[in-house]
């Protein structure tokens, strides 16, 4: 599986608790910030059409996709979960 997480790096509570669950749980992420990538911003907001951070994409080693803006406890679980499985 891999994760891009696009972050807001200052004063983003759900960002700062999302970056420390997964590595916490030793699950790896590419951290990208939004403020300072203006293709990644127009990406999550344009394309994606989110306008909270943190935004997550996670794309599975089978093909699949699970995206979510904002602190989500049980999708992070989740993606935790996956990744620990080895799927």
């Known amino acids: ?3 891009t997480l696009y972050t ?3 004063g ?10 997964l590595t916490e749980a030793g699950v790896p992420f590419q951290e990208v910030d939004i403020t300072t990538d203006t293709a990644a911003f127009e990406y999550v907001t344009k394309e994606l ?4 951070a943190p935004v997550v994409v996670a794309h599975g080693k089978d093909g699949t996709e699970n995206r979510w803006s904002g602190l989500d406890k049980d999708r992070i ?10 799927k």
């Open 12 to 21: 983003c509570f759900g960002c700062t608790k999302t970056k420390q669950l």
């Open 49 to 52: 059409g989110y306008s909270q």
């Open 77 to 86: 679980d989740l993606v935790i979960a996956i990744e620990k499985s080895g």
């Open 8 to 10: 807001k790096p200052a």
């Open 1 to 3: 599986m891999t994760i």
